[in-house]
């Protein structure tokens, strides 16, 4: 009966409550019944998916554009004032290649404060996202990326440095979105 509650759970969060037009009721589920923690003046946009219950921390002051995709299975967890375009993926399992039972494996992502992942960027397991750091559109990320390290490119490899100064708090939380 506990698995049955806990796929119905998520069947509802990813196919009915992400589609709704109302950011402050997806939030409202997102917190109270998903158990995710979630900080001030964040904004989901809908069509995010979800794999798990609880397992996903993110700071105050994030936008996370539309059909965003959490595999938080393993931990994900995501500082203050981080952007994450639209499609993006982060994946915080995987499968053992060379284990007779193909079993799954989990290690947490965790994403600095003043990160930006570009549109359709994907963000493996146990990687590390340092503050100020950018994701370039379509990168894979891999491996750790440094403090303010803009990586592009599959696998993700570091391109230049951006400012260090980022004192930026993202607000666009439009209302039905």
Same mark, same amino acid.
């Given at each position: 009966? $506990? ?20 950011? @402050? ?16 003046? &964040? *904004?989901?946009?809908?069509? !995010? %998916? ?6 996903? $921390?993110?700071?105050? #002051? *994030? ?10 299975? /393993?931990?994900?967890?995501? /500082?203050? *004032?981080?952007?994450?375009? !639209?499609? *993006? ?5 995987? #499968? ?6 193909? %079993? &799954?494996?989990?290690? +947490? ?10 549109? %359709?960027?994907?963000?493996? +397991? /146990?990687?590390?996202? /340092? %503050?100020?750091?950018?994701? @370039?559109? @379509?990168?894979?990320?891999? +491996? ?12 993700? $490899? $570091? ?17 039905? #979105?």
């Amino acid at each position: 009966m $506990k698995n049955f509650v806990y796929n119905l759970l998520l069947y509802i969060c990813n196919h009915w409550v992400s589609k709704i037009p109302i950011l @402050c009721f997806r939030l409202w589920f997102y917190r109270n019944l998903m158990g995710f923690q979630i900080g001030r003046g &964040t *904004c989901i946009m809908m069509g !995010a %998916r979800f794999s798990a219950p609880r397992r996903l $921390k993110m700071g105050s #002051h *994030c936008v996370i554009n539309e059909n965003c995709c959490f595999g938080n299975r /393993g931990e994900i967890q995501i /500082g203050d *004032c981080v952007v994450i375009a !639209a499609d *993006c993926h982060l994946r915080s399992g995987d #499968h053992d290649m060379n284990d007779p039972e193909f %079993r &799954t494996r989990y290690e +947490k992502i965790s994403i600095g404060d003043h990160v930006f992942l570009g549109l %359709r960027a994907t963000v493996l +397991k /146990g990687v590390i996202v /340092g %503050r100020g750091a950018v994701v @370039c559109a @379509c990168a894979l990320v891999a +491996k750790p990326v440094g403090d303010f390290e803009i990586v592009a490119g599959v696998p993700a $490899k $570091k391109i230049c440095e951006r400012a260090m100064n980022l004192t930026y708090k993202p607000d666009w939380a439009p209302l039905f #979105h």
